[in-house]
């Protein structure tokens, strides 16, 4: 496979809900090992584009291809397994299972045993199997610091934490592109800063794409390598963070006349 | 008073409350993995006795193999129902499910008449002891089997849910399918798993049942039984359902004893269980164990 070719691309893709155009016509493509994030005042239609890309919403027109291969037809489930995981915008734990089961759904597709195997656990290689994903878990409960509650019930954390472990099982997929919908919404500043840092060593470390909608502008400067702006539906810009900043039509459109919503990265990123 | 009465319709309504217990459990299984709520369940108990009894008469198997192909069977009707009747379903509403499955019960309830008769059937006898003696209780030797049976089939759900796969990816979807098939979890391969299961084990209890009584129609009535079983337990619990038939049984062996001794009004049996069941919806609806629904609006 190329490693310069864009791990995902959208092709003029559309959605409408009865007379309500979400989205119009937007392409993209977000090349491999970066971050990238889409802006945009609210009911642009950023979760819409995620909801397009993880399958949750088909567009109703345009394509959308995942390593060269077009998904635009294929369910939600098989997208997972060709390595798009994602997390929610308004938290969506299991509630009532604990953290570790929350993490080992997101094993889900990568545990081989079927289901006789499964009920000849004791006889077949379910064991070892599960041994070795038990260890990889692990590691990613270990590396988003959250080993202290994995036998807690996830739906009795408080927000900080939940999140975090809402991002675990994401990661738990092991997907090549990680979509995370407003990952620090709601979070106090060192949360951030925390989460931040989760979200960079994803990409550099463990070599995840990340695709990443997020309000705080601070966060966005800083750790996006490229931006892509929505309003009402359509994209008015794209570049690196410095340029879409700087655009005019993002400056009229989505930040405003004001010049204290561009001037915020600095004090953020501190 | 007689205490050994008594005695013996507890033990009675324990061993009969956790076949309850074990059909309540299935019918939940189907309500939570799918949200559909099953009024042919006691179809299932039926299907797989007269299956069950054919194979045992009619091929004359041994007792184990008849059981063993019964299962089989059990579980690709459980899927062939999910797959063709229900899953073009998905998304009508409720009402139209359950008229569904109230169609089902009546089709399978006819069928099984015409391919078996109106009649009830004896099971060919399995043991050689008819009673056994527990701590001075005469009890039958295939209620033991039974209470066995049923206690095992709760550890096995138990089991499944806690530690397997599958058991994990229905948890995850009875609680959000969006969020379960984005984290690669097959949510109509959830729907017809827990169909096929619930088929199967509804059809073990239906088994036992036949080889204590007979295999008859009646055994559709165990679907109705359900109910408050499930109502007490709440919906939506597996260990709910399992409180909610040990208490019917037992409900219902106590109501019979009250109506013997005392009432003499000679229905109680048949009817106790459904005074709890209203009983329950006035002062708890959503029942012991089971979710309260909140919805904002």
Not at chain 2, 100 to 114: D, H, P
Not at chain 2, 161 to 174: D, E
Request: net charge neutral; with cysteine; aromatic share 10%.
């Amino acid at each position: 496979m190329d490693p310069a070719a864009p791990i995902l691309e959208a092709e003029r893709v559309s959605l409408r809900f009865g007379g309500v155009r979400a989205l119009t016509d937007v392409s993209f493509a977000v090349r491999r090992g970066e971050v990238f994030s889409i802006i945009g005042p609210n009911g642009a239609g950023k979760t819409s584009m995620v909801n397009c890309i993880s399958g949750r919403y088909r567009p109703t027109g345009g394509r959308i291809r995942f390593e060269g291969r077009d998904i635009t037809r294929v369910p939600t489930r098989r997208r997972a397994a060709l390595g798009i995981g994602r997390t929610f915008q308004n938290l969506a734990l299991f509630g009532h299972m604990t953290v570790l089961d929350n993490i080992m759904v997101g094993r889900h597709h990568l545990l081989r045993s079927g289901f006789l195997r499964g009920m000849v656990y004791w006889l077949g290689g379910a064991q070892q199997e599960e041994i070795a994903h038990r260890r990889e878990v692990e590691e990613i409960i270990d590396f988003l610091e959250i080993q202290h509650v994995r036998k807690a019930i996830a739906g009795q954390l408080p927000y900080g934490l939940r999140k975090r472990v809402e991002l675990a099982r994401a990661v738990a997929l092991r997907p090549k592109l990680i979509l995370l919908d407003e990952p620090m919404a709601g979070m106090n500043l060192e949360e951030k800063e925390d989460m931040a840092r989760y979200i960079l060593d994803l990409n550099e470390e463990w070599g995840m794409t990340v695709l990443m909608i997020e309000h705080d502008m601070g966060v966005v400067m800083d750790i996006s390598h490229r931006v892509m702006v929505l309003d009402f539906g359509r994209k008015i810009a794209e570049g690196p963070p410095e340029a879409v900043l700087a655009d005019e039509h993002v400056k009229r459109a989505y930040l405003g006349e004001a010049d204290e919503a561009v001037s915020e990265p600095e004090e953020a990123v501190a | 008073m007689e205490l050994g009465f008594l005695l013996q319709l507890l033990l009675n309504g324990l061993i009969v409350g956790a076949l309850y217990g074990v059909v309540a459990m299935s019918f939940v299984l189907i309500y939570k993995a799918s949200q559909v709520v099953n009024f042919a369940q006691g179809e299932f108990l039926l299907v797989g006795a007269w299956v069950c009894w054919w194979l045992l008469t009619a091929w004359q198997l041994p007792f184990w193999l008849g059981f063993l192909v019964t299962l089989a069977f059990m579980t690709l009707f459980g899927v062939i129902l999910q797959v063709v009747v229900l899953r073009p379903l998905i998304g009508e509403p409720v009402i139209s499910v359950i008229m569904v499955t109230i169609g089902l019960s009546i089709f399978f309830q006819a069928l099984m008449k015409w391919m078996f008769g109106v009649f009830a059937q004896p099971f060919p006898p399995i043991f050689a002891a008819e009673r056994v003696r527990v701590l001075g209780l005469e009890v039958q030797s295939v209620y033991l089997l039974s209470l066995a049976i049923s206690a095992a089939i709760m550890i096995g759900f138990w089991w499944f849910f806690t530690y397997s796969k599958h058991g994990l990816a229905m948890r995850a979807t009875a609680f959000d399918q969006q969020v379960a098939a984005s984290l690669g979890v097959s949510v109509p391969r959830v729907f017809a798993m827990s169909w096929a299961i619930s088929a199967m084990v509804s059809a073990v209890a239906g088994v036992v049942v036949g080889v204590v009584n007979g295999v008859s129609s009646a055994l559709s009535f165990y679907g109705i039984k359900v109910f408050p079983a499930v109502i007490l337990g709440g919906l939506d619990s597996i260990v709910g359902a399992v409180l909610g038939g040990l208490i019917v049984g037992v409900l219902e062996n106590l109501a019979q004893w009250l109506d013997a001794e005392v009432l003499n009004w000679g229905n109680m049996y048949q009817i106790a269980p459904f005074y709890a069941l209203i009983l329950i919806l006035l002062i708890k609806p959503y029942g012991l164990f089971g979710t309260e629904a909140i919805e904002r609006v």
